[in-house]
């Protein structure tokens, strides 16, 4: 079992809609939750974290986390095209480690 | 300030030959992190530092990678005697301490022919 999973896509969204993304994770101690995006041929930059259960809300997007689930979700309100990338979940883990365990990502198009 | 910079962006070798990819954090940033990431692939850890330490070289994929980091700023990868499957993205982050956040420099891309 990948010790973190997203569904690869293509996730495609009309624009203007709310787009999903979706995360579970296998180290129930985990204590911290990243969204990053990375458009194609470039870096991976912050979108929101987490750390507490329930939302957090920063724009338009929202991050939600259920640790009981093991399950951590974006949420992108008015979906515009230029949020079309790949967005990767990433999660710390519990053992003091500090290196990040990131999920392959999801490839998310937004249709004009 | 300035970002996460590394250099070279795209270096090409042949297979067997060494390389060194460079990593400027930010200013001021105690930790520091090496990721690779494969054509289509996530990011794959390798090592981080805090301070010019290592505590964790776990990711390192084999005795031909190391990396050091001196003057708890720049940080070096060496990879020896190249090989095909070493071909991805290199890329550094750094955070202000390891329970901060981490900020991606733009990456090397390695290609060994």
């Known amino acids: 079992q990948k010790e973190v999973e997203q569904n690869s896509g293509p996730l495609s969204v009309p624009e203007g809609a709310i787009a999903s993304l979706n995360c579970t994770y296998s180290?129930?101690?985990?204590?911290?939750f990243f969204w990053y995006r990375q458009y194609s041929g470039k870096s991976p930059e912050l979108i929101m974290f987490i750390y507490s259960n329930g939302d957090k809300e920063d724009g338009r997007f929202t991050a939600q986390l259920n640790k009981a689930s093991q399950y951590v979700s974006l949420l992108i309100r008015d979906s515009q095209p230029s949020d079309s990338a790949t967005y990767l979940c990433?999660?710390?883990?519990?053992?003091?480690?500090?290196?990040?365990?990131f999920g392959t990502g999801t490839r998310l198009t937004i249709i004009p | 300030g300035a970002g996460v910079s590394q250099s070279p962006s795209n270096k090409v070798t042949e297979k067997g030959k060494d390389v060194e990819l460079r990593c400027d954090p930010i200013s001021g940033h105690t930790a520091l992190y090496w990721y690779r990431q494969r054509l289509g692939q996530g990011l794959e850890f390798l090592i981080y530092f805090q301070g010019n330490s290592a505590p964790d070289k776990s990711g390192l994929p084999s005795d031909r990678f190391s990396a050091e980091r001196t003057g708890e700023s720049v940080s070096t990868l060496t990879i020896q005697r190249t090989q095909q499957e070493d071909s991805a993205v290199y890329l550094c982050?750094?955070?202000?301490?390891?329970?901060?956040?981490?900020?991606f420099g733009p990456g090397t891309r390695l290609l060994v022919l």
């Open positions: 990433a999660v710390k883990g519990s053992d003091g480690n500090e290196k990040l365990t």
């Open positions: 180290d129930r101690g985990s204590q911290s």
């Open positions: 982050a750094s955070s202000f301490g390891v329970k901060e956040t981490q900020y």
